[in-house]
């Protein structure tokens, strides 16, 4: 029964850490959209408006798609992955190399409805 009132979005390809990603998609697992929505877009971090724009597409599909009500949607999970690793050179003393490793990450953002009735059991 959960699965209908669930909603996905996914963005493959954010460079950034997923280290460094994770602290930001962690800290709005569980929250109300609307409060979540606020979080991103007051926060410091640079990858908080990418995050936001995946938020906001989970809310999208779940009222296109699923024709879930907006008012009543929290997210329920948030993953982090690792994706490709670009590897650059950088030139060192004496004819060296050292090898230079810029990460990007995936995300994921399942949105749910939930009634108040399944948030007061939890």
């Not at 606020?38 to 597409?57: G, M, P, Y």
């Amino acid at each position: 029964m959960s699965q209908n009132l669930e909603a996905i979005a996914k963005d493959n390809m954010i460079r950034i850490s997923p280290t460094k990603l994770s602290l930001i998609v962690n800290s709005i697992v569980d929250m109300k959209v609307s409060s979540a929505i606020n979080q991103l877009k007051f926060s410091s971090k640079r990858v908080s408006k990418t995050i936001l724009k995946v938020l906001n597409a989970a809310i999208a599909n779940a009222e296109n798609n699923k024709q879930l009500d907006i008012d009543k949607l929290f997210v329920k999970k948030a993953f982090v992955g690792k994706s490709l690793r670009m590897k650059r050179w950088r030139p060192r003393a004496k004819g060296r190399a050292a090898s230079i490793i810029k990460p990007f990450s995936k995300v994921t953002i399942v949105v749910e409805e939930r009634s108040k009735i399944e948030k007061e059991k939890q």
